[in-house]
């Protein structure tokens, strides 16, 4: 039997968020202006931590991209995954998957970012991927995911879904936030801020 090991992106795989410098480089820098005032309730419920990443991710990306064109987004997104992402990479982590590789294991990416540049990133190494996927109607994108932000219990759900996790010997895990918790309890090696971790941190 083989392993599988799943990757949160953001802060596991990287050093920092992915999401949010993409809609710094694609979104018109006047609706930038304009959405901090429009969603400037959501960021301040945000940062008091009565709204959770999963809503305002939702919220920002449906103000930035309603309406706009699919293909281009697409087109920046495989730009933004061969400029920007390989600048953001943590060392330790591709030796990590590296490692897995080299050991045969299925290795998946989890992550509430968007598919228009993971999923060229996930391709160019070989890895399978699960994330936030945009919703498009005759080439323009609706503002909406299809299949919601993918973070918390969707993050499990999604896995659970698409893979018999009863197929593999060993099931690792890693993640770095509390959006991957439910991910985490998949695990029969976790590691949280590249730390393992055992049954007494779900307590």
Not at 95 to 118: E, P
Not at 121 to 135: A, F, P, T, Y
Not at 162 to 184: A, C, W
Request: charged content about 25%; some cysteine.
């Amino acid at each position: 039997m083989t392993n599988i090991a799943l990757f949160d992106f953001d802060g596991t795989i990287t050093q920092s968020d992915t999401f949010t410098p993409f809609i710094y480089t694609v979104v018109n820098p006047k609706r930038l202006r304009w959405g901090k005032l429009v969603l400037l309730p959501y960021i301040l419920g945000y940062k008091l931590g009565l709204l959770s990443g999963s809503v305002i991710r939702s919220k920002i990306f449906k103000f930035g991209f309603q309406g706009a064109d699919a293909a281009l987004l697409r087109k920046a997104g495989l730009e933004y995954s061969q400029n920007d992402l390989p600048q953001v990479l943590r060392p330790n982590a591709m030796q990590q998957i590296n490692w897995h590789l080299a050991q045969g294991d299925k290795i998946v990416v989890v992550s509430a970012s968007m598919d228009v540049y993971l999923k060229p990133w996930c391709k160019l190494h070989g890895l399978d991927l699960i994330c936030s996927e945009i919703e498009e109607n005759h080439g323009m994108l609706t503002g909406m995911y299809k299949h919601q932000d993918c973070s918390g219990i969707i993050k499990k759900n999604r896995i659970l879904e698409k893979y018999d996790l009863s197929d593999f010997e060993e099931v690792y895990v890693y993640g770095d936030t509390i959006e991957d918790r439910e991910m985490l309890s998949l695990g029969s090696k976790r590691f949280y801020q590249w730390q393992e971790v055992g049954n007494d941190f779900f307590v």
